[in-house]
């Protein structure tokens, strides 16, 4: 788990559901939850360190402007170019863009989301992209 490779535990650990009516008492023991739509995940996503998106959704979970330039954003669950959990302007502004799985399924998840990176060829390895903008939050 991500609390596995970290040296110091985390502060304070939000979980954002889209039914936090259904979160069990096992979540719930392990930190706050909001509801994915509500007036409080700006206000999350705006403090986060570290921001782990792991479900099959097909549209950004989050406007980009809502994390800040320096945050970690783990997105494991959507993994189709035609389905992403994270907005291609936060996609666009990434230091480090790694995708997994088929190395035909990661240049087109990458070319979908960077669009500015169309040249990728069919050998190049998405790997290291470099900073764009700037979002200053904290």
């Known amino acids: 788990t991500l609390a596995d490779v970290v040296s110091e535990p985390f502060a304070d650990v939000t979980f954002v559901s889209r039914a936090p009516e259904n979160v069990g008492d096992d979540v719930i023991s392990r930190g706050?939850?909001?509801?994915?739509?509500?007036?409080?995940?700006?206000?999350?996503?705006?403090?986060?360190?570290?921001?782990?998106?792991?479900?099959?959704?097909?549209?950004?979970?989050?406007?980009?402007?809502?994390?800040?330039?320096?945050?970690?954003?783990?997105?494991?669950?959507?993994?189709?170019?035609?389905?992403?959990?994270?907005?291609?302007?936060?996609?666009?502004?990434?230091?480090?863009v790694g995708a997994g799985g088929h190395r035909e399924n990661a240049l087109g998840i990458a070319r979908q989301q960077l669009p500015w990176r169309q040249h990728l060829s069919r050998n190049a390895c998405p790997a290291s992209v470099p900073a764009s903008g700037s979002n200053s939050c904290r």
């Open 32 to 96: 706050s939850v909001v509801a994915a739509v509500s007036p409080e995940l700006d206000a999350v996503l705006t403090r986060a360190d570290v921001v782990v998106c792991a479900t099959p959704a097909e549209e950004p979970l989050f406007s980009a402007d809502a994390v800040c330039r320096d945050v970690v954003v783990i997105a494991m669950g959507s993994h189709s170019p035609d389905a992403r959990e994270v907005p291609g302007a936060l996609m666009a502004r990434a230091q480090v």
